[in-house]
């Protein structure tokens, strides 16, 4: 499966971006999909995640209520919207693809076997 992240740009704080990810190669269908994110000088932490076999969500608690993970499977996309974007969001973002990850390894990067190639996010004050 090959990934390539979009949507990346510059927003005030308060403001919404929506990034996209597209996969070629394989259907997205019996895949889990992830987003993550990596600040300079910082680790790569999970951000959201969706298996697409149960429909089922998971969430990094810092972007709970605020980042909405989706797609279209029959598109082989995945989307992330990002609403009430705050400095802190401030990372490169990555999407990330895995077949059959098991829950308690969902917000693992080391999980994923597909990455793309990162889009960048800056958050203004």
């Known amino acids: 499966v090959q990934l390539q992240a979009s949507g990346g740009g510059l927003v005030q704080a308060g403001g919404s971006l929506r990034l996209s990810c597209a996969a070629s190669g394989r259907s997205f269908s019996n895949y889990a999909v992830a987003w993550f994110r990596q600040a300079p000088g910082k680790e790569r932490e999970f951000v959201a995640a969706?298996?697409?076999?149960?429909?089922?969500?998971y969430y990094a608690d810092s972007v709970k209520g605020r980042f909405t993970i989706s797609g279209d499977k029959a598109k082989n996309m995945a989307y992330l919207q990002m609403n009430i974007l705050k400095p802190e969001d401030t990372a490169v973002y990555y999407c990330a693809s895995a077949l059959g990850i098991i829950v308690s390894s969902i917000r693992i990067p080391s999980s994923y076997s597909y990455w793309g190639q990162g889009t960048l996010v800056t958050v203004s004050s």
């Open positions: 969706v298996r697409w076999r149960s429909g089922s969500t």
